[in-house]
């Protein structure tokens, strides 16, 4: 049981160039979230999905999309990379069963914007 | 919309003393209440959560937190802090029941540990 895994773990991008960003699950968890994680600004969440098809926005969604084809995939693209965009990103799981809505957190990706 | 805050940036404290690390809410409803920690370089992990119930809840490594509705607030405590407990503290709210996709999180609290 890995948990959720993420990859790469570090990545550095020119300006205007595009990336996926993978994550992955084996808990059969149904929820998967994105968030960025910058300096003195604790977590903020990119976008969410609540099942395979489903997904939606959250606080800081601009230039970034998201898709989910199966329950354990949910890869985050950035499609024109730009420094804003420089940050370390966190994927997590989390399952909607009563009493179990625990988000479990990858490891992270540390993006280099430049 | 629910936030959260964390009032202290940073706290030092001497091995073996006490710490608590406050987090403030404001959410609509009854929430979800979760304390993560981070190590340098390392991803975040659960140190204990409030779903319902008690609200003084046990966590790992000795933590515990308790849930004060009148006041908002959901603060973490320990007796006696260890040189490996160094790192920086994550309080965090979500809607109760579906919805723990979408947590607002705290700024942080970074915690030093004098040997």
């Known amino acids: 049981n890995a948990g959720v895994t993420q990859t790469p773990k570090f990545q550095v991008l020119k300006t205007g160039q595009s990336m996926t960003l993978q994550c992955a699950q084996d808990?059969?968890?149904?929820?998967m979230s994105w968030y960025r994680q910058d300096p003195g600004m604790g977590l903020r969440l990119i976008h969410y999905?609540?099942?395979?098809?489903?997904?939606d926005q959250g606080e800081v969604p601009n230039g970034y999309n998201v898709s989910r084809s199966t329950t354990e995939d949910f890869p985050l693209r950035l499609l024109s990379a730009a420094p804003s965009q420089t940050s370390v990103y966190f994927c997590a799981s989390s399952s909607r069963l009563p009493g179990q809505e625990t988000q479990y957190f990858g490891p992270g990706t540390r993006l280099l914007v430049l | 919309a629910q936030s959260v805050t964390q009032p202290d940036i940073h706290i030092t404290v001497s091995e073996g003393a006490s710490l608590e690390l406050r987090c403030n809410y404001s959410y609509g409803a009854t929430p979800y209440l979760f304390w993560y920690v981070q190590s340098p370089g390392q991803g975040l992990q659960l140190l204990l959560k409030y779903f319902s119930g008690d609200t003084l809840v046990q966590g790992i490594k000795g933590f515990e937190a308790e849930f004060k509705r009148s006041q908002s607030s959901f603060n973490l405590r320990k007796p006696s802090v260890h040189w490996s407990d160094a790192a920086e503290y994550f309080c965090a709210v979500g809607p109760s029941g579906a919805g723990s996709y979408q947590l607002t999180f705290g700024k942080g609290t970074k915690l030093s540990v004098i040997p």
């Open positions: 808990m059969n968890h149904e929820y």
């Open positions: 999905s609540v099942g395979a098809g489903i997904t």
